[in-house]
């Protein structure tokens, strides 16, 4: 059963931008910290960003100031806007649900969205 499904991912040049979206299950998505995560090429997966159910969000150092995430709890779906990207944010991105206030995720990883940026 598929629960997080990830989109909006692309081909982009250096200093562009694009729009991930994760849709989740109302039951995945309601009063739960949301968060993304990358993985690149031969690297470990590591947190990006989150957003828990007030609203507050944290970021990686490597990515403040140019990636933002928000929440629509009506439709269920979490996003990321990323712009001034750069090559290094090339990666597969992907949602989860976070436990507690942890970076700890609770539910299987979705296919994930490929971003590439070009130099």
């Known amino acids: 059963q598929v629960q997080l499904v990830e989109s909006g991912g692309g081909l982009v040049q250096a200093g562009g931008s694009l729009r991930l979206s994760c849709a989740a299950s109302?039951?995945?998505?309601?009063?739960?910290?949301m968060g993304w995560y990358r993985q690149a090429p031969g690297q470990q997966r590591e947190s990006v960003a989150r957003i828990f159910s007030d609203g507050m969000t944290t970021y990686a150092d490597s990515v403040k100031g140019r990636f933002t995430i928000s929440r629509d709890n009506v439709k269920n779906t979490v996003y990321l806007q990323m712009n001034s990207l750069k090559p290094e944010d090339t990666a597969v991105y992907y949602c989860?649900?976070?436990?507690?206030?942890?970076?700890?995720?609770?539910?299987?990883w979705g296919q994930g969205t490929q971003v590439t940026v070009s130099s």
């Open positions: 109302e039951s995945i998505f309601r009063r739960n910290t």
């Open positions: 989860n649900r976070l436990i507690g206030s942890s970076w700890a995720v609770a539910l299987p």
